[in-house]
């Protein structure tokens, strides 16, 4: 009789001449995906070897790319490169063969695909629709709503509101049968983007997918919808806008006149120009932010929760005494220094951009392209190009980060280029003809 170890060693054997048989006779590898170590700037594809019929051994055969290089990020390359691997290897196990023309197999899928059509079309079934037992649209926005509000700003949370209702407003208008959000589909969300697109510019209409992508994002992570179909919206390319940089005399003929016509105008611009602080983040001071025992201002700064800077003596000698002020109240309201004005910071934001285009973009003649942001680009102009007369550039960028707060200097030096501060020596002599 036989034992145990005689039965396992029969099996190992005959287990194992299986397997070698197998992939002695598999005529194709696996297909995997090469990624370019995340590199985004480069060609991501689908590859695979199959059996060469002359030599018998596994050849690397032509990569599939597919559309792939149309997707911006790595998750979406990741996801449409999988679909294609998928269907890559259902195609080889089903007789695909790179070094033959394949006839007979595409017509096998043509003569599949022509037959679930034909059995669909003869049944003469009128479908009945399937009752949705999901959330509504309006359900599922509003618990999207809900998750966001305890992550993000209010700014952030007060965006994302505006951009459902308007969606919503879109569907109620373009799609009223549609009630349900298994019923949202990604070609109502795309009319209703090119809708925002016709009123507004390319820039809006991306940040409205932005917004609306992060959003459905949570309603996929919650399982309120299966995928998030916004993501696969391609973004469109948009002319960046930005406040020009003021000329040394319009910023000292604006600074001027609003001594006497708008002090406290005259101090906002100030903290932009002087502690190059963003509109946004003057309008969230409040009084007890200013130290000045200790010289520094603490703010909520686009990159970060919370910063601290050096209030420069050219700033401090124009702040007035705050130390009978409420520390809680803000620092900037339409009358005066650390009173009361109980509205949202982009309410006052918009409060002083109206104001400056009252007071001294229509006195001096402005164009759009002028506006409060134009300080910040004005005064890190300035500073840049002084420091540049006894430091080397890196010198230079090291000691700007600092003051202005970017996060990298590579946000720094992408910043400068953009406002354009950073400019050539005369470079006649290169040129002239000799």
Known sequence: MSNLNEFLTFEYESAYDFAYDLLMKRNYSNPKIYTANGDLNKRWYVYFSYRNPKTGKLKRVTPFYGEAHKYKTKEDRLLVLSAYRKKILELL??????????????????????????ETTSQQVVEKKVP??????????????IIKKKVVSATTYK??????????????????????IEELTKNMVVQFLNAVLQRTSARSRNNYRIDLSSLFQTLEDNEIITSNFIKKIPVLKAVPERNKTYTNQIQEAIF???????????LYIKFISYNFLRPIEVNRLKVGDINLK???????????????????????????DLSKLDKDNPL??????????????????DYFSKRFKKVVKKHFDLGKDY?????RHTYITKLYRELAKNASPFEVKSRLMLITGHSSMTALEKYLRDIDAELPQDYSELIRTK
């Open 332 to 349: 900037f309201t339409p009358t005066k220094l650390g009173g009361v004005w109980n509205i949202s910071e982009i309410n006052k934001r």
């Open 371 to 375: 506006g409060l942001y134009s300080f």
């Open 294 to 320: 200790e010289k520094t201002i603490s703010f909520k700064a686009k990159n970060s929760p919370l910063k601290t800077k050096i209030i420069p003596d050219i700033l401090i000698n124009d702040l007035p």
């Open 256 to 266: 001027k006149y609003l001594e006497t016509k708008d002090p406290i105008l005259l």
């Open 159 to 180: 965006g994302y509101a505006g951009r459902l209702k308007a969606l919503q407003q879109y569907l109620k208008s373009n799609y009223p049968e549609v009630k349900y």
């Open 132 to 145: 949705i037992t999901g959330k509504t649209i309006t359900e599922a926005f509003d618990f999207a709503l």
């Open 93 to 118: 196990k089903q007789g695909y063969n790179p070094f033959e023309e394949n006839t007979a197999l595409y017509q096998k899928q043509k003569e599949k695909e022509n037959c679930k059509t034909v």
